[in-house]
């Protein structure tokens, strides 16, 4: 069922028209609430991105009157409204760990006041970060936007597996460098490289633009509603800073926006034990940056031991993100259906590069081929025709704020609404689409003068991998904690056992 659109009883929402603010969404719901600089004064509708993506969680309005922003105005400059979309979705994560809090605490819900500056730095983490001194390498040699017969090319090849299979696609030797690429790149069509690569298990995505086809933000189905409400394991009380403490995340997700979710569930108390299989390869510098406040093991679920051992930590797990291609993971029986009947109270979360549906859903991607495939790299695209990129990974970061969103709103839905599981799907094209088609970009007037230093938002701390300087988390609420309790271990060393 993992391609095919979700049951009925399944909520979409934004995408489905790209409408933010008209009739039957969340757009202009809110009203005046603490003042601040990108925040509201009296009488101001609530920030339309940020309403919108509340109402696709399924948040109560009322609430949105807790939200303001404040800090410099000049984070993420794009032709595209990125800094919208990211201010909007570190404000929902925001407001759903405030409304989780407050349940938990018996207290009001806490006032949100989000910084852009430290939104704007989080954005680009992957970037900040240093270890011992050292930057790593974001994108590999075989990485970017090559020239083609036609037009352009974007390829990914950070993983030794991923650069193998492009190579051989295009009939190169497994040792040939960017130059022998981008010979025998320009000799070909655009489609014909791409379409090659996927049949080779290779990454490459065609230069298009802008798609009119719109994915939603968000998917959502509650689970055994209908036949009864299933248990749910209570919580109990909670400090304020540790809203999600007790709630156990089984994080199978990899790269950038997964991470991203669960590396926020974990800042906000969750015990997040990430699992990746022992047959593929990691980039530890990537952990380095998002394995901050979890735990990491490897179990290879073909070996009946290791299998015994995950199945024992899904029994008693609250949450499960995915990360993998739609139907990857089928195969070891973790397709919803088949959770959900052992299963009825998790709360599922999957994730994928290109929708749900669709003749591309069971596609490999990342961000950066998604920016190429939908048309943001030709929006962005320099004046010699050369594409561009958004100033973040923003499509990885947003949805990564935006699962741990759904995640901390369906802890509280659970218990004060409704018991029973949660399935929930978001994608990078959903996320994409919102940006493309459902956010209006602001006009200049009236900026901030305050300028924007990164540093404010930069924290050193000792780790596995040696003294990190890393970017501090953007969620902002009264009483939020300011840091992770923990840095990164080694990648795959922990034991895989709850805490």
């Known amino acids: 069922m993992t391609d095919r659109p979700l049951p009925e009883g399944t909520t979409g929402a934004i995408g489905t028209t790209g409408a933010i603010g008209t009739a039957g969404t969340a ?8 003042a601040g600089h990108g925040g509201r004064s009296g009488g101001e509708p609530a920030d339309r991105p940020t309403a919108g993506a509340w109402a696709a969680l399924g948040g109560s309005a009322e609430l949105l009157d807790r939200v303001a922003f404040h800090g410099p105005d000049n984070v993420l400059p794009s032709g595209l409204p990125v800094r919208r979309l990211a201010r909007a979705t570190v404000a929902v994560c925001s407001l759903a760990a405030a409304e989780l809090a407050a349940h938990r605490s018996g207290a009001p819900v806490p006032a949100v006041r989000v910084d852009q500056g430290a939104v704007g730095t989080a954005f680009v983490s992957e970037r900040h970060l240093t270890i011992d001194g050292r930057t790593p390498v974001s994108f590999a040699p075989h990485s970017g936007f090559w020239r083609t017969a036609d037009g352009w090319v974007r390829t990914h090849a950070n993983y030794p597996h991923h650069r193998t299979r492009l190579l051989s696609a295009l009939g190169l030797a497994a040792d040939a460098g960017p130059e022998q690429l981008a010979d ?15 049949e080779a298990g290779a990454l490459a995505v065609a230069v298009a633009p802008v798609s009119p086809a719109m994915h939603p933000l968000v998917e959502h189905r509650d689970i055994g509603a209908a ?33 991203v979710a669960t590396r926020t ?58 990360g993998y291609r739609p139907g990857a993971l089928d195969a070891h029986g973790l397709d919803p259906d088949a959770l959900f009947a052992r299963r009825p109270d998790l709360i599922l979360v999957q994730l994928c590069a290109w929708g749900w549906t669709g003749p591309w859903a069971g596609r490999r991607g990342f961000d950066s081929l998604v920016q ?26 947003g949805t990564g704020y935006l699962i741990a969103a759904a995640v901390l709103r369906s802890l ?23 940006l493309l088609h459902g956010i209006e970009q602001e006009t200049p007037q009236g900026a901030s003068p305050e300028p924007y230093d990164p540093s404010r938002w930069l924290a050193e701390t000792d780790s596995a991998y040696g003294r990190l300087r890393h970017a501090l988390p953007p969620i902002g609420y009264e009483g939020a904690p300011a ?15 709850w805490l």
């Open 412 to 434: 509280t839905d659970q218990r004060t609404r409704r018991p029973g599981g949660r399935h929930l799907r978001f994608s990078l094209a959903g996320t994409a689409s919102w």
């Open 227 to 259: 036949a009864g409400a299933a248990p749910v394991r209570p919580l109990g009380g909670a400090p304020v800073d540790r809203p999600a403490a007790g709630v156990r995340v089984l994080d199978l997700t990899r790269v950038i926006a997964g991470p």
């Open 27 to 34: 757009g202009t719901a809110g009203t005046a609430g603490t």
């Open 265 to 322: 569930l974990a800042l906000l108390g969750a015990d997040v034990l990430r699992v990746d299989s022992p047959r593929l390869p990691e980039a530890e510098d990537a952990h380095a940056d998002t394995g901050f406040g979890k735990r990491s093991a490897r179990l290879d679920l073909a070996e009946p031991a290791d299998r015994a051992v995950f199945e024992d930590l899904l029994a008693t797990a609250d949450v499960l993100v995915t």
């Open 184 to 198: 025998t790149l320009g000799k070909l069509p655009a489609e014909r490289i791409q379409e090659r690569a996927y």
């Open 483 to 497: 840091d992770w309790s923990l840095p990164p271990g080694r990648w795959g060393t922990d034991e895989p056992v």
């Open 372 to 397: 190429a495939g939908v048309g943001i790299a030709a929006h962005e695209a320099a004046p010699d025709g050369r594409p561009g990129v958004l100033p973040a990974q923003a499509l990885d970061h």
